[in-house]
């Protein structure tokens, strides 16, 4: 009788299949590139308080956000004869320079940051955008950032923030004419033969 236990036991494990663990169990991650996804991190989380603290109105809060070195170039909306800002205090000033009416909002609708840890710098760009949401009418202020971080002793520090104000792109010259039929006027002095020459020369 045991004899025969032994053997359906056998049977049993003999019928057991052990199937492998498939590859896609196992997270391989590149330690290099869970680092630089962790500085990304960092980076956002900077420019996030920075975000906050301009919807609050708090410019003191929003340079300490960025962390600026002592000799961080800043490059405001004023052209202060063609010389940057520098540091905190120029960051400062910068900042001030942005008009607001009251409350705003604001948001960093399509921030990109990218990093280099063997550089040991960072960069971003978005638009700034600061929405009115007090009681005072206001239109909302679309700016252009960018800038650049650098790793010292571990610790993200702007070195370099760029703001400027979008140019309107007019419409091509020759839009309006095209969709109203319109002719452009004759130049002073010009007769409508020269005019009929000129297109026959062309």
């Not at 004899?3 to 199937?19: D, H, I, Q, T, W």
């Not at 921030?111 to 040991?120: A, H, K, N, P, W």
């Not at 010009?190 to 000129?198: F, I, K, L, Q, W």
Request: glycine share 10%.
């Amino acid at each position: 009788m045991p004899r025969l236990a032994a053997f359906l036991a056998l049977l049993v494990l003999s019928a057991c299949k052990v199937e492998r663990t498939p590859p896609e169990f196992y997270e391989h991650r590149d330690p290099s590139v869970v680092e630089e996804q962790e500085a990304q991190n960092e980076v956002r989380v900077r420019l996030g308080a920075f975000q906050q603290a301009m919807s609050r109105g708090d410019h003191g809060d929003a340079v300490e956000a960025l962390n600026p070195l002592p000799l961080a170039a800043v490059i405001g909306l004023r052209p202060h004869g063609g010389i940057a800002l520098r540091g905190p205090q120029g960051l400062a000033q910068a900042l001030g320079e942005i008009e607001t009416p009251g409350r705003v909002l604001a948001r960093l609708p399509d921030l990109t940051v990218s990093v280099s840890l063997r550089e040991g710098m960072g960069w971003f760009s978005s638009h700034l955008e600061l929405l009115p949401t007090g009681a005072v009418p206001g239109p909302a202020e679309r700016l252009r950032v960018s800038g650049v971080f650098l790793s010292e002793r571990g610790e993200w520090r702007l070195t370099q923030l760029h703001l400027s104000r979008p140019e309107a792109v007019p419409p091509p010259a020759d839009s309006a004419g095209a969709d109203t039929g319109a002719t452009a006027p004759a130049a002073p002095g010009a007769s409508p033969a020269a005019d009929s020459a000129r297109g026959g020369a062309g």
